[in-house]
Nanobody, 115 residues
């Protein structure tokens, strides 16, 4: 079973920055896209940013201009988060869409934006 491992969450003040990382526990063949989703308390999980195997990106309107998604190879994806706001507080989950296998998810990493 595919395992994704996230890192980089934590507590940051409003206006600060964090960088999340996600990698497969072993090489993954057939990744179509990777991305980040988040879920705040009492809310549904929502898409934050995705990047395809061809490098096309999609960002939620609420994070455009502040967050950047990138990949350094087939299995590792990053989310650079700048100008963080309290409303960005959530558990952030890494996702991989794998050909013929469906979705794989990480365990989640907490991001808290507070002064």
């Amino acid at each position: 079973q595919v395992q994704l491992v996230e890192s980089g969450g934590g507590l940051v003040q409003p206006g600060g920055s964090l960088r999340l990382s996600c990698a497969g526990s072993e090489p993954i063949v057939g990744i179509v896209a990777m991305g980040w989703y988040r879920q705040a308390p009492g809310k549904q999980r929502e898409m934050v940013a995705t990047i395809t195997s061809m490098g096309s990106t999609n960002l939620a309107a609420s994070v455009k201009g502040r967050f950047t998604i990138s990949r350094n190879n087939a299995n590792t994806v990053y989310l650079q988060m700048n100008s963080l706001k309290p409303e960005d507080t959530a558990v952030y989950y890494c996702n991989a869409k794998i050909l013929n296998r469906g979705d794989a998810w990480g365990q989640g990493t907490q991001v808290t934006v507070a002064s």
